[in-house]
């Protein structure tokens, strides 16, 4: 029987890395080497999760140390974190999946605007590669240094890539609209995305200068061959978890329902984690939530397309993929450990 390969997790107390030290306890071919949380510093992880594991929290220097003796380590972390973090591993020589958003844009000169602050890894930035499996799944498999995406640009992008792909749409017309349960802010979120503030309410927020427009357009111009300066707003649901994206776009003339079904059909058929229901208003967060798969569903009246797709925020936006993206990037079963 092969030998389990060993992970690391840095940030292992957030809800992302909570999540991530569940799929990694049951894995079956990957064993938790270590989990670092600066708050919780000798204290169980069964203790604090309720998960089964005696393995004790460490300090973040002490699991840089403990990354020598994995094959993996996860970054779970703030994006400023994972910038400093993320060079220090791949020094080592160990396959880094980073779940922050520090080296997902390609364009350096983009991380002062959203991100607030200056790239200084320009090299590990242009070597990353952007971990979305259903799209770029052959650039994952054997990569050093996987950027796993955002939670929103999972959504958005699974949605319509495969539309913009085959032409059906006008790249210039794409307006996407999403909505997050409130673990998207993270674990230590400020006053005002705390549940008590969001209950019974419904908002936007950081309209039009969020940190994930710019992947979302890197990832859809990628795939459309040509810029897509896309609008995008995220709003706030007062819900624990789960996104739901909503796609409009102009179509090209001539274009029906039937015809934008079969593209959807046709690029997520045989997707082990992409389900296609036969129309939008079928994509539904309770199907989705808790679970590493995301639905999509789309028609259009001849003049527009919608395209609504679902996921759970903290794992195909998430944890859940950064295991994807792990198994691509080790050589194991891709869905091994989530299904």
């Known amino acids: 029987m092969q030998q389990p390969l060993r992970a690391g997790i840095i940030g292992a107390s957030g809800y992302s890395g909570i999540e991530l030290t569940r799929l990694i306890l049951r894995h079956g071919q990957v064993q938790l080497g270590f989990a670092t949380s600066d708050r919780w510093v000798g204290q169980t992880v069964a203790a604090k999760t309720g998960l089964g594991s005696e393995l004790s929290y460490v300090s973040v220097d002490a699991g840089l140390e403990a990354a020598r003796g994995c094959q993996v380590v996860f970054l779970a972390t703030p994006a400023e ?109 400020s ?8 209950d019974g309410d419904f908002r ?47 179509v090209k003339k001539g274009v029906t329902t039937a015809q934008v079904q079969q593209v959807l059909a046709d690029a997520y058929g045989e997707e082990p984690l992409i389900g296609v229901k036969s129309e939008p208003d079928a994509v539904r967060l309770a199907d989705v939530v808790l679970t590493p798969k995301c639905l999509v569903g789309a028609a259009t009246d001849g003049a527009h397309v919608v395209s609504i797709s679902a996921i ?15 198994n691509l990037a080790l050589g194991l079963p891709e869905t091994m450990g989530l299904l």
């Open 191 to 198: 006053e005002d995305f705390g549940f008590m503030e969001i």
């Open 312 to 326: 759970d925020n903290l794992l195909k936006g998430a944890a859940s993929q950064a295991v994807q993206n792990m």
């Open 81 to 189: 974190s994972s910038l400093e973090l993320g060079p220090k591993l791949a020094a080592q020589g160990v396959t880094v999946v980073d779940l922050a958003g520090s080296f997902r844009l390609k364009d350096a000169a983009l991380y002062p605007p959203y991100y607030r602050f200056e790239h200084t890894a320009p090299a590990l930035l242009a070597k990353a590669v952007y971990g979305l499996p259903e799209l770029f799944r052959e650039q994952v498999k054997g990569a050093r240094f996987v950027a796993n995406p955002g939670c929103y640009p999972t959504a958005a992008a699974l949605s319509v890539a495969p539309l913009l792909h085959a032409g059906l749409v006008d790249p210039q017309s794409l307006v996407i609209n999403a909505a997050s349960g409130v673990s998207g802010a993270g674990r230590k979120a």
């Open 204 to 250: 936007a927020y950081r309209t039009l200068k969020h940190q994930h427009l710019p992947e979302i357009r890197q990832t859809l111009s990628q795939v459309a061959g040509a810029d897509v300066p896309l609008v995008f707003t995220p709003h706030l649901l007062p819900v624990k978890r789960g996104i739901l994206s909503t796609a409009v776009a102009k």
